[in-house]
């Protein structure tokens, strides 16, 4: 949230120069606030996992934040009850006609399927495509990243020879960035995925800026210079047990997975890992929803995508 000052304080150029956002007294009198509407496209196959931890990290604010999930309609997922989804979640059809103010849409284990194999591919073309008119800021996550790269910019991922899992050391590209607001210089996060994009491929896109990468793990974040569109390739939102709980499931399929680096103490699974990404995950989301979500929304919501 902002801090509101008096009128003309000279403190308020200082902070306006390091991004910090102060709200004059003027502009706090005539201020319009209503709560923000965040619609969630949640294509994990642990639905109420995915829920849980991004429930988590966005519920971590002062401000009020409406929440919709959203489910794909031209695909049925088959490892969550139908009831749940029934009870909890809607369909592209029933709020195409809205505006939100934020949209964050999820990995899914599908990197070994391309894209246009993928059984929601067109209905999710159709979801991205219209979130440019209909949402005020996407957040795409993992594989919807990946996604993302790929269709609207044609940027096409490639492959690790072995699966990278762990927690990795990331450096902070843009430390003025009000995205990295309490962030330290450099952040540790989980990843679990087997692709990954060229530094090189975000840069020969001027649409595209790259906040944040790790000499490991590779390009991390990354956002539009017009900060409608927010890719992130780390799970800053996962758990504690969350990669142990992959890697036993891995182990449980005969895949001999190597162990997540950087993990479990003394590269030992028997021990409980510790976490040092918990504060990472949640200033990254709160950053997101309070600068780009609320921040710069308009009031009115209907007039998103008007620009």
Not at 1 to 12: C, E, F, G, R, V
Not at 59 to 84: C, F, G, M, R
Not at 156 to 166: A, I, P, Q, R, W
Not at 188 to 208: C, D, F, G, M, N
Request: charge should be negative; include cysteine.
């Amino acid at each position: 949230m902002p801090i509101k000052i008096q009128d003309s304080l000279p403190a308020q150029a200082i902070l306006e120069n390091e991004n910090i956002f102060v709200m004059t007294e003027f502009r706090a009198m005539h201020q319009d606030i209503r709560p923000l509407n965040v619609l969630i496209l949640n294509l994990m196959p642990t639905k109420e996992v995915t829920e849980t931890q991004l429930l988590r990290k966005l519920s971590n604010s002062p401000l009020q934040v409406n929440i919709e999930l959203l489910q794909t309609a031209s695909y049925t997922p088959t490892h969550v009850d139908s009831t749940h989804l029934d009870s909890f979640y809607t369909t592209f059809d029933k709020v195409k006609a809205r505006k939100f103010d934020g949209m964050i849409i999820t990995g899914a284990p599908l990197e070994h399927v391309a894209y246009e194999d993928v059984a929601y591919w067109d209905e999710l073309c159709t979801i991205m495509k219209w979130s440019e008119s209909h949402v005020h800021c996407t957040y795409y996550l993992c594989w919807g990243a990946f996604a993302a790269f790929y269709y609207f910019y044609g940027l096409m991922h490639e492959f690790y020879d072995e699966k990278l899992s762990g927690i990795y050391k990331h450096r902070v590209l843009k430390p003025t960035s009000p995205l990295f607001r309490g962030f330290d210089d450099e952040f540790y996060a989980p990843h679990s995925r087997e692709i990954y994009i060229t530094k090189e491929q975000i840069l020969s896109v001027p649409e595209l800026e790259l906040m944040a990468e790790s000499d490991e793990a590779g390009v991390t974040i990354v956002k539009t210079v017009d900060s409608r569109k927010f890719f992130v390739t780390c799970h800053a939102e996962y758990d504690s047990d969350t990669l142990a709980n992959e890697y036993k499931r891995d182990i449980d399929k005969g895949i001999a997975p190597n162990i997540p680096k950087n993990y479990f103490p003394d590269d030992d699974p028997s021990k409980a890992p510790v976490v040092n990404w918990r504060s990472t995950g949640q200033l990254l989301y709160t950053n997101w929803l309070n600068y780009y979500v609320y921040q710069s929304t308009p009031y009115d919501v209907e007039s998103i995508g008007d620009h």
